[in-house]
């Protein structure tokens, strides 16, 4: 069955960007349907929540079709307003991957565990690496960042260790969420309000910068007395992390360069645009990093 949904959703993706720049009422009927045949799939595995929330917000759809007089003809051409954030969740493992590839992931993770001694130290650093990772991996960040920390915090009392982990690592992640480019909510905010996101990131950045600050402040009075004592796991090159952290950073630039250059030229909106940018930039980063094997190995696993 697996095979059969990544060959569906593969063909759906695929199909829906051509129609996106070839207006032809065959390829919006082939989008149709592949999307009722990828639902259908895809219910064989979905459970809990997302199964009983799909099926509510179908049948609702379906009783507004009906109750709208709406003819039976044009069914399938309405199965495409969600296909593009499908599309950006069906390419963000291609982006993801180029992060394990290049081990961008362990650098960070290593540099939390070496040279603490304080609990506020360990805070900023969790913090940040959050705030990083999360602009990548998304809410696997979480999981990520509260593994490498639970040792650390064996002995602190459960309570507390909750605090800090929720603190530390959820505030990181929450804020990153406020300007990434690869954030849904902000990528629908701009195609919705038609600006572009090179002229409203210089508006966040100072806000999520007035954020960490502040929070970097309560954390310095909270924890800077409480000492850590922090297994090393190796000591890693400060000029690596720099150089590791610049190359994320430039990447997610060229990244919005890329896609704000691709919504000037075909006017897609910025949502489009983005899916059309990621799967490029990641294989030629992968190549520019000499990871290209080890990159397809890990984005074709994740597939």
Request: charged residues 15%.
């Amino acid at each position: 069955m697996r095979p059969i949904i990544i060959t569906l959703y593969s063909s759906l993706i695929v199909i829906y960007t051509v129609s996106r720049f070839w207006d032809n009422l065959f390829f919006s009927y082939a989008v149709g349907i592949l999307a009722v045949l990828s639902l259908g799939a895809a219910s064989f595995y979905a459970s809990g929540l997302y199964k009983k929330s799909g099926l509510v917000f179908l049948i609702l759809a379906s009783i507004l079709f009906v109750y709208n007089g709406t003819a039976w003809s044009s069914f399938f051409l309405y199965f495409d307003s969600m296909i593009g954030i499908l599309s950006l969740f069906f390419v963000l493992p291609f982006l993801n991957s180029i992060i394990r590839a290049g081990q961008y992931d362990t650098s960070l993770r290593r540099l939390l565990q070496n040279g603490v001694h304080d609990l506020h130290t360990l805070y900023t650093r969790s913090f940040l690496i959050s705030h990083f990772l999360g602009l990548f991996l998304n809410i696997a960040t979480v999981s990520l960042v509260h593994r490498t920390l639970k040792p650390s915090l064996s002995g602190m009392k459960t309570k507390l260790a909750d605090i800090f982990y929720t603190r530390s690592i959820l505030r990181g992640y929450a804020l990153c969420l406020v300007w990434s480019p690869i954030e849904i909510m902000v990528i629908i905010s701009l195609d919705l309000t038609g600006y572009s996101y090179i002229n409203v990131v210089p508006f966040l950045i100072p806000l999520v910068l007035l954020m960490f600050f502040s929070d970097w402040i309560f954390s310095r009075r909270q924890y800077k007395n409480l000492p850590l004592v922090m297994e090393n796991s190796g000591s890693i090159p400060l000029k690596k992390i720099l150089r590791k952290t610049a190359q994320m950073m430039g990447m997610l630039c060229v990244l919005v360069l890329t896609a704000t250059l691709f919504e000037y030229l075909f006017e897609k909106g910025f949502l489009f645009s983005v899916v059309l940018s990621i799967v490029p930039i990641a294989f030629i980063w992968a190549l520019l990093i000499n990871r290209r094997r080890r990159y397809l190995n890990i984005a074709v696993s994740r597939i």
